[in-house]
């Protein structure tokens, strides 16, 4: 019964996040009020429909509300979204694929969201990865796709999938844009910089939670185009990375 409900959940939503792909802006500005609960269970029974990147990771979140966080230049959000998980090598990357379809989620409900790589809960937590500040915006977060600052899909890809357009549009630290793919026979090689290039870029570290949303973004591509998403890491014979480039996974269309 759990399984058929989380399936309705989904059969609902997968149009409506494959939307938000192309219409989501990130925003500071939100409403003060708080979400009504209601809205929060949603958001709550949503993550339990999605699926994880690699089985055997352990994520859990928490939501709570400005008192309980701390950080540099935070928004003024009525809720912040906490993420925490055990040490584990594709940890940060499962955290962003699980949340960036939160996120997707949200923005279809009519919240908006923002990452956050400062924030943290005023109570330690050694596990803590990631958050995200969300509410109701003070205005539309939305935009056209030919109002989203990206690279060319020449330049983040060899080779051609229509569904990397929408990897094209995920967000990233300092829209650093971290990720480059492989493209070969309806295989997907997936790779992400270690570092982005400046000063700044050196004080960011989470690129692979933003390898893990640009993977989200390919998972929800690849649901509303009806083709099978299978992430495996450790492909044999997967193309040595580009120069400053980590392999994350290999993302096939048949059985693993």
């Not at 640009?214 to 929800?220: D, E, F, I, S």
Request: with cysteine.
């Amino acid at each position: 019964m759990e399984n058929d409900n989380r399936e309705q959940i989904r059969a609902v939503t997968d149009g409506d996040i494959y939307s938000a792909i192309f219409t989501r802006a990130s925003t500071r500005k939100f409403e003060p009020a708080a979400v009504p609960a209601e809205t929060l269970q949603r958001i709550e029974d949503f993550i339990a429909t999605v699926e994880p990147l690699v089985p055997g990771i352990g994520l859990t979140h928490r939501i709570v509300d400005a008192t309980a966080v701390k950080g540099l230049a935070l928004p003024k959000a009525p809720h912040f979204l906490l993420i925490s998980g055990k040490p584990h090598p594709m940890r940060n990357t499962c955290a962003g694929f699980v949340y960036q379809h939160a996120v997707l989620f949200m923005h279809s409900m009519g919240l908006a969201c923002r990452w956050l790589s400062s924030v943290k809960g005023k109570e330690t937590d050694p596990d803590h990865i990631i958050g995200i500040a969300f509410g109701q915006p003070v205005e539309p977060a939305q935009r056209k796709p030919e109002e989203f600052d990206r690279k060319p899909l020449g330049e983040i890809a060899r080779g051609y999938d229509p569904r990397l357009e929408a990897v094209r549009l995920a967000p990233s630290g300092m829209n650093g844009q971290p990720w480059y793919f492989v493209v070969d026979d309806g295989v997907v090689h997936v790779y992400y910089k270690k570092r982005l290039g400046g000063l700044l870029g050196k004080l960011y570290n989470q690129t692979d939670v933003d390898c893990g949303i640009g993977l989200c973004h390919l998972a929800v591509a690849s649901r509303h185009e009806e083709k099978p998403f299978n992430f495996i890491t450790g492909q044999q014979d997967a193309p040595a990375p580009p120069k400053g480039y980590l392999y994350a996974g290999t993302v096939k269309q048949g059985a693993i």
